[in-house]
Each structure stands twice: as structure tokens, then as C-alpha cells.
């Protein structure tokens, strides 16, 4: 055999041999420890679920929830004279 068919061999071989060792058991699994008992893991499943549930009722919620302030503050942005707090502070004047 020439030299150029012996190292196309060679690195065939290792080829193969890379990948082969590549399907074998990984030494390194899982490293965070098993849940001791039924009870804690399902714990934590219910603690999850519940996480997942508030995340997903801020998504429903998109927006501001305190329209009533917000309608008031541009109330007094557009028409002062209407603004609550202004008839307030005007009465508690008039009450002196």
C-alpha cells in the first residue's frame, strides 16, 4: 500500500471511532439529586404549576388596571377646571 492509502485509512478509523465513542453512556447525568420522596417532588411540580399560572394571568391582563386614576389624571390634563382635585382644594378654602 502507498502512503496516501494508509493515512486515508488511518483517519477513516479515527473518524469512526470518534463517533462511535460519542454514542456511549454519558458519565456526567444529572447532578442535581433525586427528590427524596413522592411528596416533595409533587410539591414542587404544584409550586411550578403555580408560577406558571400567575405568569400566564399577567399576560391576560396586558395593560394598566387602574383606569379610574388614569382617566382622572387626563381629565385635569385637558379640562382643569373639571379636575377633582381642584373643586377639593377649592371647597376645603371656602370651608376656612
Not at 4 to 13: D, M, R
Not at 40 to 60: G, P
Request: glycine share 4%.
Amino acid at each position: 500500500m502507498n502512503k496516501k492509502t494508509e493515512w486515508c485509512i488511518i483517519i477513516f478509523l479515527t473518524v469512526i471511532l470518534i463517533g462511535l465513542s460519542a454514542c456511549g453512556p454519558n458519565p456526567h447525568v444529572d447532578k442535581q439529586s433525586p427528590h427524596e420522596t413522592e411528596e416533595e417532588m409533587n410539591q414542587q411540580i404544584t409550586k411550578d404549576l403555580d408560577a406558571m399560572d400567575k405568569e400566564a394571568e399577567l399576560e391576560r391582563t396586558p395593560g394598566p388596571t387602574n383606569f379610574e386614576s388614569i382617566a382622572d389624571a387626563l381629565g385635569c390634563m385637558f379640562a382643569p377646571d373639571d379636575c377633582p382635585l381642584k373643586k377639593r382644594t377649592e371647597e376645603q378654602k371656602m370651608d376656612r
